[in-house]
């Protein structure tokens, strides 16, 4: 990638810390932060209404280079506030009763699965987890043998949090279609430094969020919803923004994906966020995706060689997340003494990962996500503190 240095020199963040927590919140580029401040000073000294007002054609651009990012229509995006307000706002308009299925696989994550158990307590419907496959994704023809006329909801994590799994989206979705199933991805993990392209994908939503690899504020994200499935669903909430009061008994909901939004927002965030995903795009998301999982399979290549480190990683594709355990030290612990040293990493928990992790036997996870804007060097400076602070411990 022949951008590295400008995308460094764009982010004021690497140089003050070695950043190895993009699956968490990537530094963002100074364009982000500039874009976030100047339409919060517009709204100190111009009122918030008057500022919204004079960006509002930039705001509707947003809605344009999500839907870009995605190949898809601005019509088809809705800007929320977060991932989670995105995949609940499509998940919890969708009907359900006794005896319907939805489908999951084992690297769904907490917060998806704790959504799935409430509505089936509610409606008596059955959560099913799909098998993983001999590579540890998700098994496609365990889920072929699964589909039936019960199934009403095949929902996936596309890249868990817990590691660097690709999950077989575009094949999820051909099953899918196929089927007249809708399809729900989570794409928090993966927006950003994968290809995203729904048409391929065929899913019928998709939500992410702007603080991950979009490298965007926190307080945003978006969604995706396919206009067949906006003509099958009503949202679960309503305001004056996703419909419009036609009488005094009467409402019409709006046709576009505005339907899942509502009318009050951070406008300066969603600027940011569009501001991002304007910077992706223009470096190219092929040429980010191609960086980004060289460095990380160089940097799983490298923890392997350190005694009593376990790279955890599983899948026939991976991408940018690397997961890995240091013998005889807690998760927690690797990550604290790693942060002292200006290195950021994450943690990924087993409670978040019920499905996965402890099917696989394995404690939290030391997570280290990389992005197009670390450097070998800083990948050496990891593996070398790791490998000291083993050292350290086995004294």
């Known amino acids: 990638m022949q951008d590295v240095e400008r995308a460094r020199a764009d982010t004021p963040g690497c140089a003050r810390v070695t950043h190895l927590d993009n699956a968490g919140t990537a530094l963002p580029p100074a364009i982000v932060t500039d874009t976030v401040v100047a339409h919060l000073r517009a709204e100190a000294l111009r009122g918030g209404y008057r500022a919204a007002a004079e960006a509002a054609p930039r705001l509707m651009a947003v809605r344009s280079s999500i839907a870009a990012l995605l190949n898809a229509g601005?019509?088809?995006?809705?800007?929320?506030?977060n991932a989670t307000r995105a995949w609940q706002a499509v998940f919890y308009a969708l009907p359900f009763g006794p005896g319907d299925r939805i489908l999951t696989c084992r690297a769904e994550y907490a917060s998806n699965v704790i959504a799935f158990l409430q509505v089936a307590e509610r409606t008596g419907a059955v959560v099913e987890m799909v098998d993983d496959d001999e590579s540890g994704q998700m098994d496609i023809e365990d889920l072929r043998r699964r589909m039936d006329e019960r199934v009403r909801l095949?929902?996936?994590?596309?890249?868990?949090?817990q590691g660097g799994l690709v999950n077989p989206?575009?094949?999820?979705?051909?099953?899918?279609?196929?089927?007249g199933v809708p399809f729900l991805l989570d794409a928090c993990q993966s927006a950003g430094q994968l290809d995203l392209d729904v048409e391929r994908l065929r899913c019928d939503a998709?939500?992410?969020?702007?603080?991950?690899?979009?490298?965007?504020?926190?307080?945003t994200g978006f969604l995706y919803v396919r206009p067949r499935l906006r003509e099958r669903i009503r949202p679960a909430v309503l305001d004056l923004h996703s419909a419009t009061w036609t009488g005094p008994d009467r409402y019409e909901i709006h046709t576009t994906a505005r339907m899942f939004e509502t009318w009050e927002r951070?406008?300066?965030?969603?600027?940011?966020?569009?501001?991002?995903?304007?910077?992706?795009?223009?470096?190219?998301?092929?040429?980010?995706e191609e960086r980004v999982c060289s460095l990380a399979r160089r940097l799983r290549e490298d923890l392997r060689q350190v005694p009593g480190v376990r790279v955890c990683d599983q899948g026939l594709r991976q991408c940018g997340i690397v997961t890995f355990t240091v013998a005889g030290m807690p998760s927690a612990e690797v990550h604290h003494r790693l942060t002292e040293?200006?290195?950021?990493?994450?943690?990924?928990?087993?409670?978040y990962a019920r499905y996965d992790l402890a099917a696989r036997g394995?404690?939290?996870?030391?997570r280290a996500s990389v992005h197009y804007y670390n450097t070998d060097e800083e990948l050496r400076r990891l593996v070398e503190a790791v490998d000291g602070l083993r050292r350290k411990e086995h004294r």
Do not use: F
Not at 74 to 81: E, N, W
Not at 154 to 161: E, N
């Open 74 to 81: 601005a019509d088809d995006i809705a800007l929320t506030d």
């Open 154 to 161: 095949i929902a996936i994590t596309h890249v868990p949090t």
């Open 169 to 179: 989206a575009e094949e999820v979705g051909k099953i899918a279609e196929a089927a």
């Open 206 to 219: 998709l939500s992410a969020p702007g603080r991950k690899y979009l490298r965007g504020p926190r307080g």
């Open 266 to 288: 951070d406008v300066a965030a969603a600027l940011g966020l569009g501001a991002a995903v304007d910077y992706a795009l223009s470096l190219g998301i092929d040429t980010i």
């Open 341 to 351: 040293m200006d290195i950021n990493t994450s943690v990924s928990l087993r409670e």
């Open 362 to 366: 394995l404690p939290d996870l030391v």
